[in-house]
C-alpha cells in the first residue's frame, strides 16, 4: 500500500494501524518523491491526499492510474466538496474519503470492489457548521493565520470569528 500524504503525524498514526493489521505500507510525504514510489514497487491501494501542501494532486491521478493499473487509488481530503469528488473520480479514483479518516473506512473504502453492491461513491454530505468550519480553516491558512485578514476576506467581525475558532471542530 502507498500512502501518499503531508501530514506527518496522520501518516506515521494511519501508517502504523494499517501495519497492525497485515500491510505493507510506503509512506510518501513530499510530491516529488511519487514518482520514484510508483516506480521501485507494485501497489494494491495508493491513498492519495487531494493537497499536498499547496499543490493540487488531481493531476497525478492519471499518472498514478498509468503506472499502477491494478491498483486502487483513494483520495483523501480535508476539504471534500462535492466538485473536488467528481474531479477526483473523473481522473480515475475509487473513492474519496473526508478527513478526519479512520482505519476502517479506509479498510471499508479498499475492501469496495467493483461489481459489489456498494460500487456507487458514497458521498456523506457535511454539516453546516463543518463546511463553516472547513471554510474558516482554508481562508485562516490562506491569510497566513492572520485573523483580521481572515475575518475581512470571510466579511465577518474579528472578534465573532475569534469565538469561532475557540470552539471544538465540528464532526
Not at 493489521?21 to 491501494?45: F, H, K, L, M, Q
Not at 461513491?121 to 480553516?137: A, D, K
Request: aromatic share 2%.
Amino acid at each position: 500500500m502507498l500512502l501518499i500524504d503531508d501530514d506527518l503525524v496522520f501518516t506515521r498514526v494511519l501508517g502504523s494501524a494499517l501495519e497492525r493489521r497485515g500491510y505493507a505500507v510506503r509512506v510518501v510525504n513530499e510530491e516529488a518523491d511519487i514518482t520514484t514510489a510508483v516506480a521501485e514497487s507494485d501497489y494494491t491501494c495508493i491513498l492519495l491526499d487531494l493537497m499536498l501542501g499547496e499543490v493540487s494532486t488531481i493531476g497525478r491521478i492519471g499518472l498514478l492510474c498509468e503506472h499502477q493499473p491494478q491498483a486502487r487509488l483513494i483520495m483523501l481530503t480535508g476539504y471534500a466538496s462535492i466538485p473536488a469528488t467528481v474531479q477526483a473520480i473523473r481522473a480515475g479514483a475509487h473513492n474519496l474519503l473526508a478527513k478526519p479518516v479512520g482505519v476502517r473506512e479506509v479498510l471499508a473504502a479498499m475492501e469496495d470492489l467493483p461489481g459489489d453492491e456498494g460500487d456507487a461513491l458514497e458521498v456523506r454530505p457535511l454539516g453546516l457548521r463543518r463546511i463553516e468550519w472547513e471554510q474558516i480553516q482554508r481562508v485562516l491558512t490562506e491569510q497566513g493565520g492572520n485573523i483580521s485578514a481572515a475575518a475581512r476576506a470571510l466579511g465577518m467581525h474579528r472578534r465573532s470569528l475569534q469565538r469561532k475558532l475557540e470552539k471544538k471542530a465540528p464532526r
